[in-house]
């Protein structure tokens, strides 16, 4: 569903009030640069300011809905609007090549063409550089749009040629209060909620049976880990690895076993923070009280450790079982 002008302006106050500025002052630049995590609104965000670039009639910088061009961006038949996206793994030379013959073309509708690259980062050198040239000669009445998650993964010269505007991560607690009021459970928008900023995952998340299964699995582990270690050691076998096979995966199990011995110790602190697991407030207050301050960072550097680890290309079933033996020496 569409968000409203106010629901972008509580998303991403600072955007907003920097593109409907530009747009009122007709100081538009000839290529702007989204950049922000997933869920923090920069696809959403484009397409509002991409309509109002379009629109015949808009009322306060914010675009009509009502007009022709509103009418055809909607519908995504504006013929001045060229999408490119991955190919694959990258975004291709060749897509860009396409897109620069068409921007070049006389199109159907006159006024503004707008070319908008998702995943930027994903372009390889030979695309890049294609881009490049490209931006470094801008056409008139021509504005790029390029998207990313990851800055740094960019050219250094395609950076410089576009205006940076950075899109902050979406708060948790209000990513929780969105998640719980379409009715979501409250312990389940807490665990998804440090997983991901963005809603739309958090809501494929929790309706992902294998994750509600990986869920009740990390903290089956947490309460035999303390207490078990041959027990924990079987439970690895039996459980945790069938579930956690894909590197993806592992590294998703061990943040949500993280998150377990973090709110352990924030228990223990007494610290009212919001935890990932509130419905084992109890269990986490019983355990506090087994545990002293320097166990528990003990157990929470061996996670951290076995995270660090992972990347190397271990091998996953020995660096599991090492770690269920730390958190039994912690």
Same mark, same amino acid.
């Given at each position: 569903? #569409?968000?409203?002008?106010?629901?972008?302006?509580?998303? #991403?106050?600072?955007?907003m009030?920097?593109?409907q500025?530009?747009?009122?002052k007709d100081?538009?630049?000839? %290529?702007?640069?989204f950049?922000g @995590?997933?869920g923090? /609104?920069k696809?959403e965000?484009?397409? &509002?300011f991409v309509k109002?670039l379009l629109?015949?009639s808009?009322?306060?910088?914010v675009p009509c809905?009502?007009?022709?061009?509103?009418? *055809?961006?909607?519908?995504g038949?504006h =013929?001045?609007?060229?999408f490119i996206? @991955?190919?694959?793994?990258?975004?291709k030379?060749?897509q860009?090549?396409?897109?620069?013959?068409?921007l070049?073309?006389?199109?159907l509708?006159t006024g503004?063409?707008?070319?908008?690259?998702e995943?930027?980062?994903?372009? !390889?050198?030979?695309?890049?550089?294609?881009?490049?040239?490209?931006?470094?000669? @801008?056409? &008139?009445?021509?504005?790029?749009?390029?998207?990313?998650?990851r800055?740094?993964?960019?050219?250094?010269?395609?950076?410089?040629?576009?205006?940076l505007?950075?899109f902050? +991560?979406?708060s948790? +607690?209000?990513?929780m209060e969105?998640?719980? $009021?379409?009715?979501?459970?409250g312990?389940? $928008?807490?665990t998804?909620?440090?997983?991901?900023?963005?809603?739309?995952?958090?809501?494929?998340?929790?309706?992902?049976?294998?994750?509600?299964?990986?869920?009740? =699995?990390?903290l089956? *582990?947490?309460e035999?880990?303390g207490?078990?270690?041959?027990e924990?050691?079987?439970?690895?076998? $039996?459980?945790? *690895? +069938? *579930?956690?096979?894909?590197k993806?995966? %592992?590294?998703? /199990?061990?943040?949500?076993?993280?998150?377990?011995y973090r709110?352990?110790?924030?228990?223990?602190a007494?610290?009212e923070?919001?935890?990932?697991? @509130?419905?084992?407030?109890? =269990?986490?207050?019983?355990?506090?009280?087994?545990?002293? &301050?320097?166990?528990?960072s003990?157990q929470l550097q061996a996670v951290?450790?076995a995270?660090?680890?992972?990347?190397?290309?271990m091998n996953?079933?020995l660096l599991?079982?090492?770690?269920?033996l !730390?958190?039994?020496? /912690?």
């Amino acid at each position: 569903m #569409q968000k409203t002008i106010d629901e972008f302006l509580e998303m #991403q106050p600072v955007v907003m009030k920097r593109l409907q500025g530009a747009y009122a002052k007709d100081r538009l630049a000839h %290529a702007y640069l989204f950049e922000g @995590p997933a869920g923090s /609104g920069k696809t959403e965000i484009t397409h &509002f300011f991409v309509k109002l670039l379009l629109c015949e009639s808009p009322v306060e910088n914010v675009p009509c809905e009502t007009c022709r061009s509103c009418q *055809l961006y909607n519908s995504g038949n504006h =013929t001045n609007v060229l999408f490119i996206e @991955p190919d694959g793994q990258n975004i291709k030379i060749d897509q860009i090549r396409e897109l620069i013959f068409k921007l070049n073309k006389t199109g159907l509708n006159t006024g503004r063409k707008i070319y908008v690259i998702e995943q930027a980062d994903r372009m !390889n050198n030979s695309s890049a550089n294609a881009l490049l040239k490209f931006l470094e000669e @801008p056409e &008139f009445n021509v504005t790029a749009i390029l998207l990313t998650e990851r800055l740094n993964a960019l050219m250094s010269t395609i950076r410089s040629r576009c205006q940076l505007v950075s899109f902050r +991560p979406l708060s948790r +607690p209000k990513l929780m209060e969105k998640l719980i $009021a379409d009715g979501m459970t409250g312990s389940m $928008a807490a665990t998804v909620s440090m997983l991901t900023q963005s809603e739309e995952e958090a809501v494929l998340l929790a309706q992902d049976e294998q994750f509600a299964q990986a869920r009740k =699995t990390v903290l089956k *582990l947490v309460e035999v880990a303390g207490s078990n270690v041959h027990e924990a050691l079987l439970m690895l076998q $039996a459980e945790w *690895l +069938p *579930l956690f096979k894909e590197k993806e995966d %592992a590294e998703r /199990g061990l943040d949500m076993l993280l998150f377990a011995y973090r709110d352990i110790a924030s228990v223990k602190a007494g610290l009212e923070t919001a935890r990932t697991y @509130p419905d084992m407030e109890e =269990t986490w207050k019983q355990m506090a009280l087994q545990r002293s &301050f320097t166990v528990l960072s003990k157990q929470l550097q061996a996670v951290l450790q076995a995270k660090q680890q992972l990347p190397r290309n271990m091998n996953r079933t020995l660096l599991m079982e090492q770690l269920m033996l !730390n958190l039994q020496e /912690g």
